[in-house]
């Protein structure tokens, strides 16, 4: 049974883990930005885990724009109760559990939350061999991104709470 819950402070060794196995060394994310997201944003920084194991996760801050600006995976501030943005910043899942619907679960919780605290929507960025996977899921592909993080093309992907249901 794989459960769906917030991020905890004693987590941050297994996400580093699942974080380098599904990013490069140039666009994941350090420590540093880990232990700032899980002390800001907890209540946007979701897990899935099976018995204490961590299978994947999905997190970001909440923006007041549509796209993600590179700064973010800097420096972010804590969550507005209501509207903005979801921004996703990182949703990885373990080498040892893709391909088993784990990440669409993890998107489902950040579309309920979205609902639950009246945001606009959620954008992420993601480079080209992902957009299809991302469009699965209703996302809507709005063209190559400013974003130069990690010296890559990223594409600005976004799905609007009407989309949602």
């Not at 099976?50 to 800097?74: A, H, M, R, S, V």
């Not at 903005?84 to 040892?96: D, I, R």
Request: charge should be negative; glycine fraction near 8%; aromatic fraction near 8%.
């Amino acid at each position: 049974m794989i459960s769906i819950r917030n991020v905890q402070t004693t987590d941050l060794k297994q996400l580093l883990i699942i974080e380098n196995e599904g990013f490069s060394i140039e666009e994941a994310a350090t420590k540093e930005a880990f232990v700032e997201r899980i002390q800001l944003i907890p209540d946007t920084f979701i897990v899935a885990e099976k018995e204490g194991e961590i299978l994947g996760y999905i997190n970001g801050p909440i923006i007041n724009q549509t796209y993600i600006t590179d700064d973010l995976f800097e420096k972010i501030k804590e969550n507005p109760k209501i509207g903005g943005y979801q921004s996703v910043l990182g949703l990885a899942v373990s080498k040892q559990a893709r391909n088993q619907g784990i990440a669409k679960i993890l998107i489902e919780k950040m579309e309920e939350l979205v609902e639950e605290n009246e945001r606009e929507g959620i954008t992420l960025t993601c480079k080209r061999e992902l957009v299809a996977f991302y469009e699965k899921f209703g996302f809507v592909n709005h063209g190559i991104a400013e974003s130069q993080h990690g010296g890559e093309r990223w594409y600005n992907m976004v799905k609007l709470r009407e989309g949602m249901d």
